[in-house]
């Protein structure tokens, strides 16, 4: 019994739409048109914001801070006033709150670098900084060490710059019309640094080397920024190897915190022992109330597109029920209840809803995906550019299909409680 009367309402709700085809295919494009701009923006904007947010936050970390002497400006020269070696490290590592302490440490020595990009042979002057592998440690890739061993420490681990890929994209290769290349590329290449000579001033005085080396990783990191990398045992044997000494005179201390709460408590102290620290949580705070900024745009403007749609919306339906309210009058004279009246209607509206929502949905993937294709491209370029920004086909198909079964319903469903309510009032007055 109760098959028999739900298939004699989805006939009834059928019957409906066959007889006024032309403003069903009307409000299902128009709700098709917003589900799909509205999916589009939505999973753009908020896509490339999560996406970008979260590679903000891999290239400013919170909470690594950075330890630097004190510098003193003489006329146009600048001089460390205070030095940072083993001692210093290892009292700072001691401070409650730290997790570790990476020491940074160029080499002093003239250096330049040879390698092959492409087929093309490339020289260059290059800098080289000495760092702890625990900073890095996330930066390796998989299959590949960066520490230094003695026994086996050629050739030498190095971890280049994001910063210096991006370089090469944008400037180099467009120069001399070689391809682009992507982020995974360098990984495993080796390129040779010769000691003691320089690609512009030629050999110096002293000794010379020629040492292999191996790309194992790329960091995203700004505060690394400095140079290739390298353990920081190569560059204390490297240093020991040209100066003739072991004493050794860092540039720079990055520490790791585990407990952000104690930032203040340390950045006072180390201000106190004559040093200066850096933080990345101002740059990181920047962008991200740029990305708020951005959140509050997409969200603003999905909701004009659907308010203008919802109008249209409300406009054609509200005439459709007008047209449709003999046939109301006839079903309440056969004995069909208000409740009755208003699942049908409302059924009506959501069957209408979910075909545009199909159909924006539908567009809206293909929209999201030619567009991630084309970043695909870009994001080879430059590092902060996400290459995906929204999840599966099938999600925001599904998306679309919710939507616009939400938005026809609750569109509609003042005009049907209003409608419902006139056909049954102009039943009992014609009684």
Known sequence: ????????????????????????????????????????????????????VA????MFPRSILTVRPKTLDIAAFRFNATTLDDATVEKLSRFDGVEFVAPQLSLKMPLRAEGDIMGQSATSDVVVVGIGPRLVERDVEPGFSFHYDEATSLPIPCIVPRFFLDMYNLAYADSLGLPKISEHYPI???????????????????KALTLPCRIVGITRQTGLMVGVLIPLGHAKALNAWYQERQSVQYNAAHLKLKDLSKYDEITSTVRAMGYTIESQGEALDKFLFVARLAAVSVCVFTFLVAAVVAIAIFNVYSLALLLRQAELLVLRAVGATRRFLTAMLLADAAIVGAGGGLIGGGAASLMIRSIEHALTVIAAKLSFIPATLSSSI??????????????????????????????????????
């Open 55 to 58: 590679q903000a936050e891999e």
């Open 394 to 431: 099938v999600a925001t198909v599904f998306s679309g299909l919710g939507m616009g079964m939400i938005l026809a319903v609750v569109i509609t469903a003042p005009i049907v409680w209003l409608r419902v309510q006139k056909s049954a009032t102009n039943q009992v007055s014609e009684l």
């Open 188 to 206: 495993g290449k080796e390129f040779s640094l010769v000691l003691g000579e320089t690609y512009l001033f030629g050999p110096a005085r002293g």
């Open 1 to 52: 019994m109760r098959m028999m009367r739900l298939i004699n309402f989805l006939y009834i709700v059928w019957l409906g739409i066959r007889e006024r085809w032309s403003r069903v295919l009307l409000t299902s494009f128009a709700l098709a048109f917003a589900v799909a701009v509205t999916l589009t923006a939505f999973s753009l904007g908020f896509g490339f914001i999560r996406r970008a």
